[in-house]
């Protein structure tokens, strides 16, 4: 439908309902959660190694565990202080790798710092590719740029789901993506490039920045500053897809971003911070389609999690997946 890509004059953009998508995804793996469970005898199962006390982290471990628990899957966190060593940690990926009770394995990123800035390199790459559910491990990421991925990375992959199901059209469209990190950017990018999209990948010495977005049918913001994609960055009525999760405590940001009337401002009264994106809420008037920030691309992450795990476990009882 590439109807969804044009501007409706005069309309604020559609939302695209990430928690909506994020549930019928999760619905759709119930069957093969159950099938898994009966043929191996125990329920599909992921390990994730966390370190250190960063809070966010803890966060998106509990979401992690939580959204696993509903679904069936089993999740086996091993937690690690923030002063243990490099050897300790890979100690436990070899653990997990061996372990013939584990299908999938998740270090949480980031790592402490005094674990160097390799750690996150070393540890993903210690992972056995065949329980890389992160897909992050070189194997992987050779297949996505491939194009014959088996584990492609959880925020890339849904966003192309967030993207299908929304029938928003990629073929031939012009595509920039903000961000080139390992983890959202570059694989993304690799994906909208095998669905045929044109594909523009801009950081943080790109020249002219607002100008390329601004070409744009499909805007992708991964770059991890609150509110920095405006509506000049905006074509009329393109797809903008909002990757950012950054939290606000500064009141007198958080009233330059909203309207008085937005409900968000109770919000952010009632709790003391508040989540925003990396596109500025006023490009609601300008896009044709948005995501919001929370409920757009978050759940996409956890629900593609699932999915990598179960399709871990399908691959381990020799399933064709
Ligand atoms: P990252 O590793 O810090 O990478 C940020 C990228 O943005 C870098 O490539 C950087 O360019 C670029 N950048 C930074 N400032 C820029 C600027 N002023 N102009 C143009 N480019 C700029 O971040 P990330 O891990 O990709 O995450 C990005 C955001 O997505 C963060 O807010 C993160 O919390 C969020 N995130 C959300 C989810 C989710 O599930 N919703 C998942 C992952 C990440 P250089 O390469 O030149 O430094």
Redesign the pocket.
């Known amino acids: 439908m590439e109807g969804s890509n044009l501007r409706r004059f005069g309309m604020a953009a559609r939302i695209l309902d990430g928690t909506r998508i994020a549930a019928d995804i999760r619905t759709e793996l119930v069957a093969r959660v159950e099938a898994c469970t009966l043929a191996a005898r125990r329920p599909p199962t992921l390990g994730i190694l966390l370190v250190g006390d960063d809070a966010a982290s803890e966060v998106y471990v509990n979401t992690k565990s939580k959204a696993g628990d509903a679904l069936g899957l089993k999740v086996d966190v091993v937690r690690l202080p923030k002063t243990a060593t490099l050897d300790k940690a890979k100690e436990v990926v070899c653990r997990f790798n061996r372990s013939q009770d584990h299908d999938g394995i998740l270090v949480q990123a980031p790592l402490p710092s005094a674990l160097g800035t390799a750690a996150e390199s070393t540890l993903f790459e210690a992972i056995d590719p065949t329980k890389d559910v992160d897909g992050f491990h070189p194997t992987n990421f050779g297949r996505l740029a491939q194009g014959r991925s088996v584990f492609a990375p959880c925020?890339p992959s849904?966003i192309l789901e967030l993207l299908d199901r929304s029938c928003i059209n990629l073929k031939g469209q012009r595509a920039v993506v903000?961000?080139?990190?390992q983890?959202?950017?570059k694989p993304v990018a690799l994906m909208l490039l095998h669905r045929h999209a044109t594909v523009t990948v801009?950081?943080?010495?790109?020249r002219d920045?607002s100008a390329l977005a601004r070409e744009a049918d499909v805007l992708i913001a991964?770059?991890?500053?609150p509110a920095?994609v405006t509506s000049e960055f905006v074509k009329p009525g393109a797809t903008v897809i909002d990757?950012?999760?950054?939290r606000l405590v500064d009141e007198a940001i958080v009233k330059s971003l909203l309207p008085p009337s937005s409900p968000r401002l109770q919000t952010f009264a009632r709790r003391g911070s508040l989540l925003v994106g990396?596109v500025h809420p006023a490009v609601r008037e300008t896009a044709g389609a948005l995501t919001p920030v929370p409920g757009?691309?978050?759940p996409?992450?956890v629900a593609m999690l699932m999915v990598n795990t179960v399709r871990a476990s399908e691959m381990h009882l020799g399933k064709a997946v």
């Open positions: 925020t849904g903000i961000g080139r990190s983890i959202v950017g801009c950081h943080s010495k790109t920045l991964a770059l991890g500053r920095f990757v950012g999760v950054n990396d757009g691309v978050g996409l992450t």
